[in-house]
């Protein structure tokens, strides 16, 4: 897979998106990056510890695709950033950021048609 692709792809889909990582199902982080000038909000600890909540929240929902179907994404929106969460293929995920004014549907639609 190649993540520095997937990770410009994302990128180049709005100038408001902040931050793109992928990961494996278990939180291991395969690239990650923010965008150029933009700075973290987070601490390296306190984002670390956001991307395991993340994963760990989708481990969960995955346990009750079978019941509810298989997860599409999720997104929370806070005052200053929104947090999208998605699947990246079957064993990957993808975590973005981006300014609360981002198009999220249309980062989230195009992610969602990214060839891996």
Not at 12 to 37: A, W
Not at 71 to 81: Q, R, S, T
């Amino acid at each position: 897979m190649d993540y520095k692709r997937i990770y410009e792809d994302i990128m180049n889909t709005d100038p408001k998106v902040r931050l793109v990582t992928i990961c494996d199902s278990n939180g291991k982080i395969m690239h990650s990056d923010h965008r150029q000038g933009v700075q973290n909000l987070l601490t390296p600890d306190e984002s670390k510890k956001s991307l395991e909540l993340a994963v760990n929240s989708w481990k969960t929902r995955s346990n009750l695709a079978p019941k509810i179907g298989k997860g599409k994404y999720v997104l929370a929106e806070y005052e200053k950033i929104k947090r999208i969460t998605m699947p990246l293929g079957d064993e990957h995920l993808l975590y973005i950021t981006t300014e609360p004014e981002a198009d999220h549907l249309r980062i989230i639609e195009r992610a969602r048609t990214l060839k891996i």
